[in-house]
């Protein structure tokens, strides 16, 4: 069964520090994809990263970075150096090569204190 | 750029009332999704569509009804509304199939049964 798994329910942290969401997956495809959703106060979601399950490079794009490790089937989330504009809720999500559905944790809800 | 459009963005209902969520896309993505979103909750897929004239139920499809009658078109129609289905909605797209394309979303619809 597919399953995302976003332990952590709601976050704080003093802006500056840096703070690492967890996500967890399970999964029975050998090819998957992953990926983050920012939801802000205002309510849409914003795509941040796709990964495909054959590339475990770790990525980074400005502060934010993400740590992708199939030996403990999971994909982090790392925002480096916080900032009030990063409250948010954030949503990890899984994709199968083989179905039509994607699959969305329940979320994290990161509050960055100023 | 458009995108995934979603209106209205705001409803009052009143209780055994209908109604049609509208959503388009100008994406030419042939997959089409309907997701609510409980207060504090991950996203629940409620239909979803592979293409026009074709419709599956997703994971809480009860007191819901969709069509596909074009590519670019995807309503969800509320019947006789209770206020179980007081949520926000979210219709989303993505190009094709398991091939790990990003799934796009409208800006959300929130809607309230009285």
């Known amino acids: 069964a597919q399953k995302v798994t976003q332990a952590q329910t709601e976050i704080s942290v003093v802006e500056k520090e840096d703070v690492t969401l967890d996500c967890v997956y399970e999964t029975r495809d050998t090819t998957y994809y992953l990926f983050w959703y920012k939801q802000p106060p205002s309510g849409e979601l914003v795509f941040l990263i796709r990964?495909?399950?054959?590339?475990?490079q770790n990525e980074i794009s400005g502060r934010y970075s993400w740590n992708f490790q199939k030996s403990t089937s999971s994909f982090n989330f790392t925002i480096t150096a916080s900032q009030v504009v990063d409250s948010a809720v954030y949503f990890c999500?899984?994709?199968?090569?083989?179905?039509?559905?994607?699959?969305f944790g329940t979320g994290t809800s990161l509050t960055v204190i100023p | 750029n458009a995108g995934v459009t979603q209106t209205p963005k705001f409803r009052i209902l009143k209780i055994g009332q209908s109604m049609t969520l509208q959503c388009t896309q100008d994406m030419n993505h042939n997959y089409m999704y309907w997701y609510r979103q409980d207060p504090g909750m991950g996203l629940k897929l409620i239909y979803y569509?592979?293409?026009?004239?074709?419709?599956d139920k997703g994971e809480v499809p009860n007191g819901y009804n969709v069509s596909r009658s074009t590519t670019e078109d995807f309503p969800l129609r509320l019947e006789l509304a209770a206020p179980s289905q007081t949520s926000v909605y979210f219709c989303a797209s993505k190009r094709q199939g398991g091939n790990g394309n990003t799934i796009y979303f409208g800006e959300g619809s929130w809607l309230t049964v009285v």
């Open positions: 990964r495909n399950s054959f590339d475990e």
């Open positions: 569509s592979v293409g026009a004239g074709i419709t």
């Open positions: 999500a899984l994709s199968e090569a083989t179905g039509n559905q994607f699959y």
